[in-house]
Every structure is written in structure tokens, then in C-alpha cells.
């Protein structure tokens, strides 16, 4: 049975070890044929969605890290017609979003908190971050990225700009 896909959000965690993982950054993944084109943030899921995706890359990041992994992780997720949530790919590496969700966590980030990358530097050399804990996401910043193509010749064709973020939404 294939599933009817109403969104697909991605979440990164930062992932010291098994008691220090921090979940930051849902977005919606814009796509074209199941193929990632960009993202919108924050995504437009339920809170109770949320939390399940959230939930899904926290337990994600737990058994990575019982593992041995640390660092930044991309995790994709699919939520069905029927609100079910379903955790579909792991990217054990910066994603095409991850430096946007860097920027976001920046703009809210304590004055005494390092950076999300100090902290990965912390997490990978150390497998700790040191006390740090997360903090919350900036509530009233939103942003839409569309990656950009370009054809055999490595020319861009079409460029379009899309302001209006209700439009993007529905």
C-alpha cells in the first residue's frame, strides 16, 4: 500500500550523547515528486504533530548515540492523509537546510550559550555539551527556501520568488 503523503517535515538533532540530544528546526519539506526542492519554517503541522516528530528524532537520536554517533543529524519524516507520522531517511550530515536551522537557532540564541556549531564541535571532541542546555526556537521568524537548478549547460531557466508564505502553505 503506498502512502498518501500530506507533508514531509525534517528536523536536525545534535547528538553528544545519550542524555544530551537537542531537536531543534521541524520544517516542511517543499517536494516535487518525493524529490526535496526546498523547505518552509516552521512547519505548518499540528502541535500534536509536532511533538510526535519531535519525539521520533529525540528516540532517532537516543539509539544513534548508543551507537557512538555524534554531531549534527538530518532526519526526514512523512505524515500521512491520517496524521500518522512515519520516520523515512536518516542524513548523517549537514543537509541542504541545516545551515538555515543554524541561523534560526543564532537569531534566539542566550548570550551565554555557544553557538549550535561550538556546540557540535563540543559534542563531536568531547561527547559532551558541557551543562549547555537547548533553548527555544525564535517565535515570530519564518523562512522559505527553493533550491535553484540549472540545466546541462549550467544555465538557470526560471527563477521564482515567493513572498507570500499562506500561498506556499495551501
Not at 81 to 108: P, Q, W
Not at 110 to 126: C, F, G, H, N, T
Request: with cysteine; hydrophobic share 35%.
Amino acid at each position: 500500500k503506498l502512502l498518501s503523503v500530506k507533508t514531509s517535515p525534517s528536523i536536525d538533532i545534535l547528538i553528544a550523547n545519550e542524555k544530551e540530544i537537542f531537536v531543534y528546526g521541524l520544517s516542511d519539506q517543499l517536494l516535487t515528486n518525493l524529490v526535496c526542492m526546498g523547505a518552509i519554517y516552521p512547519s505548518n503541522s499540528s502541535q500534536k504533530l509536532k511533538k510526535k516528530c519531535h519525539n521520533i528524532a529525540y528516540s532517532v537520536g537516543k539509539k544513534l548515540a548508543s551507537k557512538g554517533i555524534r554531531g549534527i543529524v538530518g532526519i526526514d519524516m512523512i505524515i500521512d492523509k491520517d496524521n500518522n507520522v512515519y520516520f523515512c531517511e536518516l542524513n548523517a550530515r549537514y543537509t541542504g537546510i541545516t545551515h538555515n536551522r543554524m541561523l534560526t537557532m543564532e537569531l534566539s540564541r542566550p548570550s551565554d550559550s555557544p553557538s549550535i556549531v561550538d556546540l557540535e564541535v563540543m559534542a563531536i571532541k568531547q561527547g559532551t555539551l558541557n551543562g549547555h542546555k537547548s533553548w527555544d526556537e525564535p517565535k515570530e521568524l519564518c523562512w522559505y527556501k527553493n533550491e535553484i537548478y540549472s540545466d546541462d549547460n549550467g544555465i538557470v531557466r526560471e527563477i521564482t520568488i515567493n513572498n507570500n508564505l499562506n500561498m506556499i502553505y495551501n
